[in-house]
Every structure is written in C-alpha cells, then in structure tokens.
T-cell receptor, first 110, second 114 residues
Framework: QKEVEQNSGPLSVPEGAIASLNCTYSDRVSQSFFWYRQYSGKSPELIMSIYSNGDKEDGRFTAQLNKASQYVSLLIRDSQPSDSATYLCAVNRGYNKLIFGAGTRLAVHP | SQTIHQWPATLVQPVGSPLSLECTVEGTSNPNLYWYRQAAGRGLQLLFYSVGIGQISSEVPQNLSASRPQDRQFILSSKKLLLSDSGFYLC?????????????FGPGTRLLVL
C-alpha cells in the first residue's frame, strides 16, 4: 500500500462545476496535510494546508480532513479552465518531511 | 519575501558525465532544504534533505549526492550520470520554526541524460 494515494485521473469537469479531488494516507500519526497545484512543465505551488478535522476554506478552494478515515480532499468551486493542472496531495511524515501522492490530473473544459 | 532559485533550468548530459545542480534561497535564514526528483508522469521522490550547513540526510540510495556549503545553498551532484537519472529536479525550502512543515518549491531543473 502506498503511503499517499490519489486517483491519477484525468478528472474532467465542465467550467463552473465543483471539482472534487481525493487523497487517502496510510500513516495514522500524520498531523499535517497539504495540497499543491502543478501546471504542466512547472514546479508545484502550495494551495492549502490543513491540520484539523473538518473544512478549511480559502476563496474557491475548500480542503476537508477526516483523520479517523485517513482521508483528505480538495474541492474547487466554480472551476475554471485555468484550474486545469495536476493536484498533488502531501502528508507530513515527521521531521518536516512530506510524502507526496502521484497526483490527480484535472481538466476543466469550457 | 522569500525567493528560491535553481539553475540551470534545463540540462542535456551524456551518460557517464558529472552533474552539478545548484539551489539558493533568499529572504530567510536557517531554512530546511530538500531535493526531489519527479520522473515523467510520476510523483515527487524525496532525495535529500538538510537542516543545516554540512548536515545531509539521504532518503534513497543512488549515485547522487548533496552538499550544503552555505546556509542558503544546496547542491546536488553526481560523478557519473545514468539514463535513469533523467527527470525534473526540484529544490524546496521550509522554515525551521512553527510553519516548518510547509515546503516551497523552486522552478526546477529538467535533466535529460542521453
């Protein structure tokens, strides 16, 4: 079992819809979780971090964490073509080291 | 504000040649520094991390090495490149303090070994 698992996609959504990206992790002691966006050929950029169970909202983005189910998700409201990218989930493994999932490719079509 | 630089941006090297990639961070002191590799269509693999000058931890046995000669400088090296070393190399930094878990990435170096 991989430490951090994501559906590779592509996840295709129409413009204006909600995109839902999911991530599961195996290490129960993980306390910090991150979502990065990576455009093709570019480096990852941080979207959000989440540390507590529940929802955290930032603009059109909402991160959701459920530690009991070892599940973290990212919702993108009012999806735009510019949101088309690969979304990487990362989990803190301790000692400030992150474990990344392989990423989910999102395609938002007009 | 903090800035992270990597160079070169792209590199084409023959098998068996040496490698040196450089990463520098501006606007912060005593950062944690990381080297990752991303193979085509794959996730990020942590190669090395450093919590201070001369302090390097290796995550994956390989023909690569890392050095940190200055507080905000991190270098990735190889004496002899392999075909499997091709990939996108990313340097990242994080604060030592309260937000130390959040990592910020440089622009990356795309390496093609032929």
């Amino acid at each position: 079992q991989k430490e951090v698992e994501q559906n590779s996609g592509p996840l295709s959504v129409p413009e204006g819809a909600i995109a839902s990206l999911n991530c599961t992790y195996s290490d129960r002691v993980s306390q910090s979780f991150f979502w990065y966006r990576q455009y093709s050929g570019k480096s990852p950029e941080l979207i959000m971090s989440i540390y507590s169970n529940g929802d955290k909202e930032d603009g059109r983005f909402t991160a959701q964490l459920n530690k009991a189910s070892q599940y973290v998700s990212l919702l993108i409201r009012d999806s735009q073509p510019s949101d088309s990218a690969t979304y990487l989930c990362a989990v803190n493994r301790g000692y400030n080291k992150l474990i990344f999932g392989a990423g989910t490719r999102l395609a938002v079509h007009p | 504000s903090q800035t992270i630089h990597q160079w070169p941006a792209t590199l084409v090297q023959p098998v068996g040649s040496p490698l040196s990639l450089e990463c520098t961070v501006e606007g912060t002191s005593n950062p944690n520094l990381y080297w990752y590799r991303q193979a085509a269509g794959r996730g990020l693999q942590l190669l090395f991390y450093s919590v201070g000058i001369g302090q390097i931890s290796s995550e994956v046995p390989q023909n690569l090495s890392a050095s940190r000669p200055q507080d905000r400088q991190f270098i990735l090296s190889s004496k002899k490149l392999l075909l499997s070393d091709s990939g996108f190399y990313l340097c990242a930094w994080s604060d030592r303090g309260g937000t130390g878990e959040t990592q910020y990435f440089g622009p990356g170096t795309r390496l093609l070994v032929l």
